[in-house]
């Protein structure tokens, strides 16, 4: 069965058409005409039943052609026999599709669900990743633009004394791409009990002597906490603590899926399962419980957990497709992974630390502070 | 209680009676009292001639005044502390030397063990600074702790005399800085390391997520809690007190001039 590949056309030219996410609209890049995403949907689901009808005809009209058909090997066609059909394992998690735009061939990660064609660029989306049991449930559109993304990474690297000078100059922005990223959405509830130590201290004076009272108490504290679409993404290719770190969304953005989102942004589907991301949704889970708890034992100078007893009810799964963007720089050699958040724009990634400002940083915090010190001392010799 | 009222008076007059004789015999300096003023009458009178005599050529010597002055309780001369009532004496009796009326006087008051010192004037603070003082109540006050009152005055007398041929060369006592420099010195490198690392620390902005409040859905429901008090533990330490002395004496100021005192 061929994988159906969408490339959403503008209705009056033509021309390719992307999501923007300022406007939420699908934008021709030609015309410049602007269509909702609604509005787009209705016109495909239409071409859609007019093209199945019409290939349900050729099917039937190419069966009575072949059956007259007869093979000629009379020398006038190449002799391609030496050509090696078998990509054999470099072919493994690769897919082909055929670009409906231009006809050129797309080789893409199997995972691959929206991408744009090398040749005519124009956006194109898979729709047979997101089919069946595939389809994801919801999609948070993109918000925030390339631009916005370029701007974000430059003010990351400001108020930081410790960037090597060249780095914001000379670093090269090799690639930045938005990305639908695929996510598990887990509902649940936390529940359980937790045992801490807490203490309360009391310090008096008698005397010529400091007294320090220290009484010991055993808490406990039982509750339940629910929660809803905890993010985990369902993604090997993205690094989880990116992930993580770009959190938290806005869910009242949060749409229908719709493949009419996709277009001008690169998609991939899920290829960690539900089971092998459940531990991460747990741990957050139980942690928020244990904090929550934790945050009702007032009244102590310490308290620490000695013990916890938590019980996870697993909910609803969600799958999701959030926005994210991706910024890929180079400096010294050295690759630098930077994320932002598509939707609000919360940008992080690890910066390199020069040492000679680590050190010019340490000296000139340390030199004032020990000179004013030492002057203080001396005076109060004095 | 009438006994203990006609035994204070009675030493009330016993010292003003000491006062006069010293303020007759110290007409000479300008100070209305001897260098040693006996009121309390701990010293035998050859205790008393040796220590005027030695006190007389350090205060003349160094331009100085190093007076040794014991009353019975000092609340008869200012009730507000022995020290005030230490400088209330120097000043009441204008004691010192020279135009400044420079002077160094250590007060013994016996019914409550309080001791008291009190340095007035530039060359005497010069000679006698805060380290210097409390370095100095070291030499007298173990002896007096044990009663020994000759040995005490004694040993104050020829320090006063040792801490003034040092200011007079121009080297005065003064504390050590070196070994407080160093912890100071240490202490800045430490909070230099404390901003340096917060500052490293922002530019590592990517973590694994440990909790989920973010996506909460309604409060925590708290279906139970219990807090138990298992058992009391109790220490004590003992308060250094960094102005003070192991007899617990601590630094003063007012008068003009400053000192210290404390029990003995």
Redesign the interface.
């Given at each position: 069965m061929a994988t159906k590949i969408t490339n959403y056309q503008c209705p009056a030219c033509t021309g390719p058409l992307h999501f923007v996410g300022e406007s939420g609209k699908l934008e021709c890049d030609y015309c410049g005409t602007s269509f909702d995403v609604e509005e787009i949907e209705a016109l495909y689901a239409e071409k859609e039943q007019k093209s199945e009808k019409t290939a349900e005809d050729v099917a039937d009209a190419t069966d009575a052609t072949d059956a007259t058909a007869s093979d000629s090997k009379d020398g006038s066609e190449w002799d391609v026999s030496d050509l090696n059909e078998n990509w054999g394992a470099d072919i493994e998690g690769m897919r082909a599709y055929s670009c409906p735009s231009c006809g050129a061939e797309l080789i893409c990660d199997e995972t691959t669900a929206a991408t744009s064609c090398p040749y005519c660029g124009n956006p194109t989306v898979i729709q047979g990743q997101f089919s069946g049991i595939l389809k994801p449930d919801y999609i948070l559109p993109f918000k925030l633009s390339k631009e916005d993304a370029i701007k974000a990474l430059k003010k990351h690297y400001l108020k930081k004394p410790l960037l090597p000078s060249n780095f914001s100059k000379a670093n090269h922005l090799e690639e930045i791409k938005g990305v639908y990223v695929p996510f598990w959405m887990y509902d649940g509830k936390a529940d359980g009990s937790v045992q801490f130590h807490a203490v309360k201290v009391h310090v008096y004076t008698s005397g010529d002597y400091e007294i320090t009272e220290t009484n010991h108490y055993d808490v406990s504290r039982k509750g339940s906490i629910a929660f809803e679409k905890i993010p985990v993404d369902a993604s090997s290719k993205m690094p989880d603590d990116y992930m993580d770190s770009i959190e938290p969304y806005d869910y009242s953005d949060l749409k229908p899926f719709s493949t009419a989102y996709l277009p001008g942004f690169l998609a991939d589907k899920y290829d960690v399962s539900v089971e092998e991301s459940r531990e991460r949704a747990d741990i957050r889970c139980a942690g928020s419980l244990v904090n929550a708890l934790r945050d009702t034992v007032k009244g102590y100078t310490s308290c620490d957990e000695t013990d916890r007893n938590i019980k996870l009810t697993r909910g609803k799964v969600h799958y999701a497709l959030l926005p994210v963007w991706i910024l890929n720089t180079k400096w010294d050699g050295k690759d630098f992974l930077f994320t932002m958040n598509g939707q609000t724009g919360k940008i992080v990634g690890n910066l390199p630390v020069s040492t000679k400002r680590l050190i010019g940083l340490f000296v000139a915090i340390a030199a004032p502070l020990v000179a004013l010190s030492v002057i203080a001392i001396v005076l109060m010799v004095r | 209680m009438n006994k203990k009222r006609i035994f204070c008076h009675l030493l009330a007059i016993i010292m003003a009676f000491a006062f006069c004789i010293s303020a007759f015999a110290a007409e000479q300096t300008g100070a209305q009292l001897n260098y040693v003023t006996d009121a309390a009458g701990l010293l035998s009178e050859s205790e008393n001639d040796r220590l005027e005599e030695t006190a007389e050529l350090v205060s003349n010597k160094y331009g100085v005044g190093v007076y040794i002055v014991t009353v019975g309780d000092f609340n008869d001369f200012n009730p507000d502390g022995v020290y005030e009532a230490t400088y209330t004496i120097y000043h009441d009796y204008t004691m010192g030397e020279g135009p400044n009326r420079d002077g160094i006087m250590l007060l013994l008051s016996m019914d409550n063990r309080k001791w008291a010192m009190f340095c007035y004037g530039s060359r005497c603070e010069y000679a006698f600074?805060s380290?210097g003082q409390e370095k100095l109540e070291k030499v007298f006050l173990d002896n007096f702790g044990e009663d020994d009152w000759y040995g005490g005055f004694n040993d104050y007398v020829k320090e006063c005399g040792v801490y003034l041929g040092k200011a007079a060369k121009g080297k005065p006592v003064?504390?050590n800085?070196v070994y407080?420099?160093l912890i100071?010195?240490g202490?800045?490198?430490l909070?230099?390391?404390v901003?340096?690392s917060v500052?490293?620390q922002?530019?590592?902005?990517?973590?694994?997520?440990?909790?989920?409040?973010?996506?909460?859905?309604?409060?925590?429901?708290?279906?139970?809690?219990?807090?138990?008090?298992?058992?009391?533990?109790?220490?004590?330490?003992?308060?250094e007190r960094s102005s003070s002395s192991d007899s617990?004496s601590c630094s003063e100021s007012g008068g003009g001039g400053s000192g210290r005192s404390g029990s003995f």
């Open positions: - | 600074n380290y003064r504390a800085p407080a420099c100071a010195a202490l800045a490198l909070l230099a390391t901003i340096v500052i490293w922002k530019m590592q902005s990517v973590s694994i997520k440990t909790t989920a409040n973010a996506y909460v859905s309604g409060a925590l429901q708290l279906t139970g809690q219990s807090d138990t008090f298992t058992h009391k533990t109790t220490s004590s330490r003992k308060i617990g």
